[in-house]
Nanobody
Framework: QAQLVESGGGLVQAGGSLRLSCTAS????????MGWFRQAPGKEREFVGS????????SYADSVKGRFTMMRDNAKSTVYLQMNSLKPEDTAVYYC?????????????????WGQGTQVTVSS
C-alpha cells in the first residue's frame, strides 16, 4: 500500500497557474500509473488526468486538455499536475491516486491508494 501526500494547492485568480505535487512512499512508485482526480462541492469526484508508469503517455479529461499537464519524477517518487489558465470551475479538492495498472486510466476503480486531497480555489 502507498501513502500519498499532496501539496501545492491554494487560492489563485482566474487565468493564473498552480502546480500540485504528490509524493508517494511505502510502495514501488515507478511500477504503476498515477492519476489526479478532483471533487467540487456538491459534485461527484471526477477524473482529471493520468500518466503511465514511465511518464511517456498521458490522458486528460476534456475539460482540462491544453491547460493541465502531468509529469512524474520516479527518482523522487513524485507526480506533478501543472495547472495553467485556471478557471473558477476548476475549484475543487484535488486528489492524487496510485493505480494498479501501468498504463494511464480514467477508471476510478483501478486506483488503490489515495491522498488526503489539497484544496484549489480559483477566484473570478
Amino acid at each position: 500500500q502507498a501513502q500519498l501526500v499532496e501539496s501545492g494547492g491554494g487560492l489563485v485568480q482566474a487565468g493564473g497557474s498552480l502546480r500540485l505535487s504528490c509524493t508517494a512512499s511505502g510502495r514501488t512508485f515507478s511500477s504503476n500509473a498515477m492519476g489526479w482526480f478532483r471533487q467540487a462541492p456538491g459534485k461527484e469526484r471526477e477524473f482529471v488526468g493520468s500518466i503511465d508508469w514511465i511518464g511517456g503517455i498521458r490522458s486528460y479529461a476534456d475539460s482540462v486538455k491544453g491547460r493541465f499537464t502531468m509529469m512524474r519524477d520516479n527518482a523522487k517518487s513524485t507526480v506533478y499536475l501543472q495547472m495553467n489558465s485556471l478557471k473558477p470551475e476548476d475549484t475543487a479538492v484535488y486528489y492524487c491516486a496510485a493505480a494498479r495498472v501501468k498504463g494511464p486510466t480514467n477508471v476510478e476503480a483501478l486506483y488503490d491508494d489515495w491522498g488526503q486531497g489539497t484544496q484549489v480555489t480559483v477566484s473570478s
